[in-house]
């Protein structure tokens, strides 16, 4: 009886074994061939570049991910693409693809401030993008920490001087700047400082000393090259105001100090204090009434360890560098940051163009941009100077914003009328608003 039933079960086992395997190698054979079959028919998503500042013709197919697309600048694909990505530097206001087929996904990429095509803060333009690059949390691909190579470089020691081996040196505050017309009054604030403590200014604007030789080149090719670090440290404070106002919009100049060891003095994106390593990781500009009332400050910490290295727990506090959860996740998600070693397929347009494809192939629905995605204080602000002190060109700034507004306004009129549009039609409109 007993052996009997055993076979039957062990029949009954190697039939459910056999089964078993029988179906896993069937859906192994169909996951497999799936994809096969769909690549054979699937021709290239076709994704258009729409900027004359291209002049060399363009035409690449490559694989994403799992996608394939073909990215080009030749207007003659217009019909057949299915995005068109803007440059935001590049744009030309009567230089739009219109009519606009229903397909067309229009794509921004703006990591820049507006002081090139001051229409793009306002949400009569931005309205019209489905999907963007830009330096804000809230868009698309955000940007904000393009410029901070990583973590490792905010805590690293390698740059770290401490304390006593900068008081040695006797240096405080470190000026590198060479754009010296900003809408965010940067020299003219400069400028009242210095009266108060010394600044060394190695750059173009307000020149006082020069940089050593071997470091001339570096400072605008590579912004975080060894050297150029190695000079930062001796350094106290660096000054670290944007060439612009907007929320989230933060270059080097914040992160290069902070990654040598230098406290900086920062002016620029409302929004900074969510994006520092610690909750007291550098002075603000606008925690000061004025320049003296900075100064004054300076001095103090100068000359006081504690205050001073207080600063730097991103350095000194080993057992929590960074305490700023908001800040790693960005670092851990973001897809994009500068990169001096240039590998190949990381530049900032071959990502932009790959997130595309991909986004093309994905089935969620887009949501129009708005000015979140790139919010821009209007009228510009600028540094506190002494006794309510305008910077120098701050009525040129406000004007040229006022421009873009009714740019924007215009564009959004031609948008919405759904035609192309000449540059004359373009400027005798803008003349009347
Ligand atoms: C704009 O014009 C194109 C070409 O005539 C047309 O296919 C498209 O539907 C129009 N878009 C809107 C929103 O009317
Ligand atoms: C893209 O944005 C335009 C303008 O806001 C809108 O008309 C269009 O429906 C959007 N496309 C998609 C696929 O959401
Ligand atoms: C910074 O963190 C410390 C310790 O967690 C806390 O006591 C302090 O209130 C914080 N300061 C600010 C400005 O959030
Ligand atoms: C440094 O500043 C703290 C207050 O933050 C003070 O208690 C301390 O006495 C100062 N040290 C020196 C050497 O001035």
Same mark, same amino acid.
């Given at each position: 009886?007993?052996?009997?039933?055993?076979?039957?079960?062990?029949?009954?086992?190697?039939?459910?074994?056999?089964?078993?395997?029988?179906?896993?190698?069937?859906?192994?054979?169909?996951?497999?061939?799936?994809?096969?079959?769909?690549?054979?028919?699937?021709?290239?998503?076709?994704?258009?570049?729409?900027?004359?500042?291209?002049?060399?013709?363009?035409?690449?197919?490559?694989?994403?991910?799992?996608?394939?697309?073909?990215?080009?600048?030749?207007?003659?694909?217009?019909?057949?693409?299915?995005?068109?990505?803007?440059?935001?530097?590049?744009?030309?206001?009567?230089?739009?693809?219109?009519?606009?087929?229903?397909?067309?996904?229009?794509?921004?990429?703006?990591?820049?401030?507006?002081?090139?095509?001051?229409?793009?803060?306002?949400?009569?333009?931005?309205?019209?993008?489905?999907?963007?690059?830009?330096?804000?949390?809230?868009?698309?691909?955000?940007?904000?920490? *393009?410029?901070?190579?990583?973590?490792?470089?905010?805590?690293?020691?390698?740059?770290?001087?401490?304390?006593?081996?900068?008081?040695?040196?006797?240096?405080?505050?470190?000026?590198?700047?060479?754009?010296?017309?900003?809408?965010?009054?940067?020299?003219?604030?400069?400028?009242?400082?210095?009266?108060?403590?010394?600044?060394?200014?190695?750059?173009?604007?307000?020149?006082?000393?020069?940089?050593?030789?071997?470091? *001339?080149?570096?400072?605008?090719?590579?912004?975080?090259?060894?050297?150029?670090?190695?000079?930062?440290?001796?350094?106290?404070?660096?000054?670290?105001?944007?060439?612009?106002?907007?929320?989230?919009?933060?270059?080097?100049?914040?992160?290069?100090?902070?990654?040598?060891?230098?406290?900086?003095?920062?002016?620029?994106?409302?929004?900074?204090?969510?994006?520092?390593?610690?909750?007291?990781?550098?002075?603000?500009?606008?925690?000061?009434?004025?320049?003296?009332?900075?100064?004054?400050?300076?001095?103090?910490?100068?000359?006081? *360890?504690?205050?001073?290295?207080?600063?730097? *727990?991103?350095?000194?506090?080993?057992?929590?560098?960074?305490?700023?959860?908001?800040?790693?996740?960005?670092?851990?998600?973001?897809?994009?940051?500068?990169?001096?070693?240039?590998?190949?397929?990381?530049?900032?347009?071959?990502?932009?163009?790959?997130?595309?494809?991909?986004?093309?192939?994905?089935?969620?629905?887009?949501?129009?941009?708005?000015?979140?995605?790139?919010?821009?204080?209007?009228?510009?602000?600028?540094?506190?100077?002494?006794?309510?002190?305008?910077?120098?060109?701050?009525?040129?700034?406000?004007?040229?914003?006022?421009?873009?507004?009714?740019?924007?306004?215009?564009?959004?009129?031609?948008?919405?009328?759904?035609?192309?549009?000449?540059?004359?039609?373009?400027?005798?409109?803008?003349?009347?608003?």
């Amino acid at each position: 009886m007993r052996p009997w039933r055993n076979r039957h079960l062990s029949i009954a086992l190697h039939l459910i074994i056999w089964l078993t395997i029988l179906v896993i190698c069937w859906n192994i054979f169909r996951a497999g061939d799936k994809p096969r079959k769909d690549k054979a028919k699937d021709k290239p998503t076709e994704v258009l570049w729409w900027s004359s500042a291209m002049s060399w013709s363009y035409d690449e197919i490559r694989t994403c991910g799992i996608h394939k697309c073909r990215f080009t600048n030749n207007r003659q694909r217009l019909s057949q693409a299915m995005a068109v990505l803007f440059y935001g530097s590049n744009m030309k206001m009567h230089d739009f693809p219109l009519p606009r087929l229903p397909q067309h996904i229009w794509a921004l990429l703006h990591e820049e401030s507006p002081r090139n095509v001051p229409f793009v803060p306002f949400n009569e333009f931005l309205r019209h993008f489905n999907y963007t690059s830009t330096f804000s949390r809230h868009s698309d691909l955000p940007l904000t920490t *393009q410029y901070l190579p990583g973590v490792s470089e905010l805590t690293t020691m390698k740059y770290f001087n401490d304390f006593y081996t900068k008081s040695f040196h006797f240096t405080h505050v470190i000026f590198l700047q060479s754009d010296c017309d900003t809408m965010s009054g940067r020299e003219d604030y400069v400028k009242e400082l210095i009266r108060h403590i010394r600044v060394d200014s190695y750059g173009k604007c307000l020149h006082n000393k020069d940089l050593p030789p071997s470091l *001339q080149e570096d400072y605008l090719n590579r912004m975080y090259s060894t050297e150029l670090l190695n000079f930062f440290k001796h350094y106290k404070f660096m000054i670290a105001i944007e060439n612009g106002i907007c929320n989230d919009y933060i270059t080097e100049k914040f992160w290069r100090p902070l990654v040598a060891g230098v406290i900086p003095i920062y002016f620029g994106s409302p929004t900074i204090k969510d994006w520092q390593p610690q909750n007291k990781s550098a002075i603000y500009v606008d925690d000061f009434p004025n320049a003296a009332a900075l100064a004054e400050y300076l001095l103090f910490l100068a000359d006081n *360890q504690t205050e001073y290295d207080s600063y730097r *727990q991103h350095k000194l506090n080993s057992a929590n560098n960074i305490d700023n959860k908001r800040l790693i996740e960005n670092i851990m998600t973001r897809y994009y940051q500068i990169d001096e070693t240039q590998k190949e397929g990381s530049s900032l347009f071959q990502k932009f163009e790959c997130a595309m494809c991909q986004r093309l192939a994905s089935s969620e629905k887009y949501k129009s941009a708005d000015v979140r995605h790139y919010e821009c204080p209007l009228p510009p602000i600028h540094a506190p100077l002494s006794n309510k002190q305008e910077p120098h060109h701050a009525e040129d700034w406000r004007s040229m914003m006022e421009v873009g507004r009714c740019q924007a306004q215009l564009l959004d009129n031609f948008f919405q009328a759904n035609r192309s549009f000449t540059q004359e039609q373009f400027e005798q409109k803008l003349y009347e608003c």
